[in-house]
């Protein structure tokens, strides 16, 4: 199954930006936390004006709830800010409208499959790719361990903006 491709290419609507769209299974843990990770990232390097960013799960669990407490407290912790946030399921229109979509799992590639089908374009892949490494972002959803998952996230978030 190929699934890890890092890619350049272009389908972005917001003209000269580059478009992001992180995936978990649910979107109230990792991808919103990547979100706004890479939000705070891009805003540090002074390029904040050079990527729309936003999140999506897999799955309709999810639908309508804000980021989850914990994953709150743990962007807290790092004074990385963020804002409500309503979970959405990822529609397949939303493949043209991103440029690279970021998937915490492989679990979460094989999700958007059934979404999606194929990938032409070679958009998708996995974060922890970004920071050189063939593994998935733990879910803190099931491990509690919100500090490890941040610390991924931003090892993936970090690579990903020095490379796009």
Known sequence: MQIFLLNSKKSSTFAGMKSILFICHG?????????????HLALEA??????????????YEETGND????????LA?????YAH????????????????????????IRLLRAIIGDDPDGKVSLLMQWAGENRDVSDP????????AYRDIVA????LLQQI
Request: charged residues 20%; aromatic residues 14%; hydrophobic residues 30%.
């Open 141 to 148: 959803w099931y491990t509690g361990d919100f500090e490890t």
């Open 156 to 159: 993936g978030c970090t690579g």
């Open 85 to 108: 946030h309503a979970a959405h399921r990822m529609q397949p229109a939303e493949y043209h409208e991103y440029d690279y979509i970021v998937c915490a799992d492989r679990s979460n």
């Open 27 to 39: 979107n109230i843990c990792r991808s919103p936390m990547a979100e706004y990770v890479f939000r």
């Open 67 to 74: 980021i989850y407490p914990p994953a709150k407290r743990t």
């Open 46 to 59: 002074g390029k904040a004006d050079e990527y729309k960013v936003s999140s999506a799960a897999v799955s």
């Open 77 to 81: 912790a790092h004074h990385i800010p």
